[in-house]
């Protein structure tokens, strides 16, 4: 059953059991007060023919000088139950309106069928104020029709009402339900028509206010879009990057090898350049395994103490040897700084950072390593004095695949742009941070942020070059 329909059905019921329960107040508010009306007439008569009973001789003739309406039949028994006197008017009938309240001792009012009529009937005992005796018993009876007949035309008009109510209710809350639920049909069929046409740039038109419930549900299913798209995008592009990546060394040593085959001569220069891009190829998939590993969780990080001055000076004799004295390398200040974490991991963080520095620093540059302690936290900074970044450019180096200079011709050790979106994984996943700034033309600083643990931080004062 569609909504719309169950909407309409909830709302036709809801009316319907309204209109029951309103009838039905009205239906007894009226047939007990018509009842108390005719009620009130038997009593008022009653009362009359007590006044005048006092005297029994007079009896006859001043219950015929009553006024007592054509419709209200009196009949007074005495206590032996014989008949004393009936009204003129009264119907033939055998024996007393209501034989069996004539034999109580108190008021009472009954209903009953007399002469194939429905009566109110009145029976009052008329006692003796002396000696507490019954002398006799009025009955007094007064026809139910007028009561019946305007209860039976209440129950038609209610019916009538209520059907009639419910059948428009319906049809009104089935439009009502229809207009409001239009905007998710629409939702509905925009999302259907994005899914058919694989076309994740379609945006819902905020056809409603954007507080309202259907405002609020397209804006939500709005940003799902951005996002999804953000995310086939990224896939998109990451595919034909790393195609791109594989592709490249794969026609440097497809040509190589086509070199030795047509010159049937294996020459040195055409193995350094095969084993080059085989390197490449090889640590290009390292990255991507770890990546993957480290996007679904499955790449755990080591928890020991992780000294970072010695892991300081670990990487700076390192780097000594890869800048071939070209490029000066130097730890300008060095604080003993302890931090919690995975050592293999963060020492290849700070390696990635300074062999980039020493990549994008000419010869006769410079690159210096600091450590120091600020309050709670580690800063490992690797300066140079190289090509610098461009502004523009700085908050997408952590990306996947980017390369500042996408043109510029690689060195054989060169990377393909995974090393820093590596590098901000593993700091972020120590609770730290990595920081640039960089001016063009005059050198990069790259600043690692790392939670400490102790207190200590003992500035060693060591100056190396
Ligand atoms: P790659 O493996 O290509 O070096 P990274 O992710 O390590 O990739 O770095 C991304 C890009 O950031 C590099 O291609 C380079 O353009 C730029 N970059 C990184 N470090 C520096 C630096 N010290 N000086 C200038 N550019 C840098």
Redesign the pocket.
């Known amino acids: 059953m569609t909504l719309r329909l169950r909407l309409t059905l909830w709302y036709s019921l809801v009316l319907v059991f309204v209109m029951l329960s309103f009838g039905g107040v009205v239906y007894f508010s009226l047939t007990n007060s018509l009842t108390a009306q005719i009620d009130q007439t038997l009593s008022r008569v009653a009362n009359e023919i007590i006044r005048v009973y006092r005297n029994p001789e007079a009896l006859p003739l001043t219950l015929r000088a009553l006024n007592i309406t054509s419709n209200t039949y009196v009949q007074v028994w005495n206590d032996e139950g014989q008949l004393l006197w009936q009204s003129t008017s009264s119907p033939r009938v055998e024996g007393a309106f209501d034989p069996d309240s004539l034999l109580l001792e108190e008021n009472v009012f009954t209903h009953r069928v007399v002469s194939e009529m429905r009566m109110r009937v009145l029976t009052v005992p008329v006692i003796l104020q002396m000696d507490g005796r019954i002398v006799a018993r009025i009955q007094i009876a007064s026809p139910v029709d007028g009561v019946d007949l305007v209860r039976g035309m209440l129950i038609d008009v209610l019916i009538a009402a209520g059907l009639i109510a419910t059948i428009v209710a319906a049809a009104i809350g089935y439009i009502a339900a229809s207009a409001a639920l239009r905007p998710i049909d629409q939702v509905t069929n925009t999302v259907l028509k994005i899914t058919r046409a694989d076309d994740l740039s379609r945006r819902i038109p905020l056809s409603a206010p954007p507080r309202s419930e259907d405002g609020r549900l397209i804006e939500a299913i709005n940003e799902t879009l951005e996002r999804l798209e953000d995310v086939f995008d990224v896939q998109r592009r990451f595919l034909a990057d790393v195609s791109h990546e594989l592709r490249t060394p794969l026609t440097t040593i497809r040509g190589n090898v086509d070199l030795i085959r047509h010159t049937g001569e294996v020459d040195e220069e055409s193995l350094i350049a095969i084993t080059d891009e085989v390197n490449r190829m090889t640590r290009l998939v390292g990255d991507l395994l770890l990546l993957a590993k480290a996007e679904s969780g499955k790449l755990t990080l080591g928890n020991e103490i992780v000294e970072l001055d010695t892991l300081l000076l670990e990487v700076y004799r390192q780097a000594k040897l890869l800048a071939r004295n070209q490029v000066s390398i130097c730890i300008s200040h060095e604080d003993q700084a302890r931090v919690l974490g995975d050592r293999d991991r963060l020492k290849q963080v700070v390696l ?2 300074v062999s ?2 020493l ?2 620093t000419p010869t006769a540059g410079k690159v210096t390593l600091n450590l120091k302690c600020v309050h709670k936290w580690a800063c490992l900074s690797v300066k ?1 004095t ?4 461009p502004e523009e450019e700085l908050p997408h ?2 990306n996947r695949f ?4 996408r043109s510029r011709r ?1 060195k054989a050790s ?8 590596i ?1 901000n994984w593993i700091v972020i996943n120590h609770g730290g941070r990595i920081e640039v700034s ?1 001016q063009q033309g005059k050198g ?1 600083e ?1 600043a690692i942020w790392l939670p400490r643990v102790g207190e200590d931080c003992a500035d060693s004062d060591k100056q190396m070059s």
Do not use: K, W
């Open positions: 990635n950072i980039n520095a990549d994008h140079d190289g090509s610098g970044i180096i952590f980017y390369r500042v200079d690689r060169g990377g393909v742009g995974l090393g820093l979106s590098a960089s990069s790259f």
